[in-house]
């Protein structure tokens, strides 16, 4: 178990521009999601996915939040035409399939700053 | 729907005194609950999580939660601070087939030598 993984622990970016971030989760955890947190609030969710299937997404994900899990391995979130309000640290998570019980296993997140 | 309510954003103790962090849930079917802590620049670690089988939750570095359905509540508690303590803490609750988890705004535990 080496943990999730996540890269890169930071990114400053123009607003405007595009940005990736990658996700990397527990190899036997088939369940993958997306948080978002910003400062004094808890993670909120965006979006997840079983295997390579992106099942929900939250009406946070605007149209320009995409989201990918090749092959359900490790996954990609890309922000197009960054705004200032997306400036944030993105968490990304996984879980065995095993119902609601599951806990969650957390990387250490990427943080955002949309200058 | 669910949501989860975390009274007090900050919370601060003496080393050695009873820490209560409070939590209280909302969940239209029969939830599982978690508690996570953060450190500064990292993720979220589990403490302790309620599935049903008991109410009084042990979990990690001494912490325990209880879990009352008449009272909506999952609070957290640990006998007597460490200064290690001092750290950010979500409640969170999980219901439905997506396992997806809803979490409060936190807790911020400061232990005071």
């Known amino acids: 178990d080496t943990g999730v993984s996540q890269n890169p622990r930071h990114k400053i970016t123009k607003r405007g521009q595009n940005v990736t971030f990658r996700c990397d989760p527990i190899?036997?955890?088939?369940?993958l999601y997306w948080y978002r947190q910003t400062l004094g609030q808890g993670p909120e969710f965006l979006t997840y996915f079983q295997n390579e299937a992106q099942l929900e997404k939250s009406r946070l994900l605007s149209d320009r939040f995409s989201a990918e899990r090749p092959k359900g391995s490790f996954s990609t979130l890309e922000i197009q035409r960054t705004e200032q309000g997306d400036s944030a640290m993105y968490l990304c998570a996984s879980s065995r399939t095993q119902g609601v019980s599951s806990p969650l296993h957390f990387g250490n997140g990427t943080r955002l700053t949309v200058t | 729907a669910q949501s989860v309510t975390q009274l007090g954003s900050h919370v601060s103790v003496s080393e050695g005194a009873l820490v209560l962090l409070r939590c209280n849930y909302s969940?239209?079917?029969?939830?599982?609950l978690f508690w996570y802590v953060q450190y500064p620049n990292q993720g979220l670690q589990l403490l302790l999580k309620?599935?049903?089988?008991?109410?009084l939750v042990k979990g990690i570095n001494g912490f325990e939660a209880e879990f009352k359905k008449s009272e909506t509540s999952f609070h957290l508690t640990k006998p007597s601070a460490h200064m290690s303590d001092a750290a950010e803490y979500f409640c969170a609750v999980s219901a439905g087939n997506a396992g997806k988890s809803t979490f409060g705004d936190g807790t911020t535990l400061t232990v005071k030598p």
């Open positions: 969940s239209s079917v029969p939830p599982y």
């Open positions: 190899s036997e955890h088939n369940r």
């Open positions: 309620y599935t049903s089988a008991a109410t």
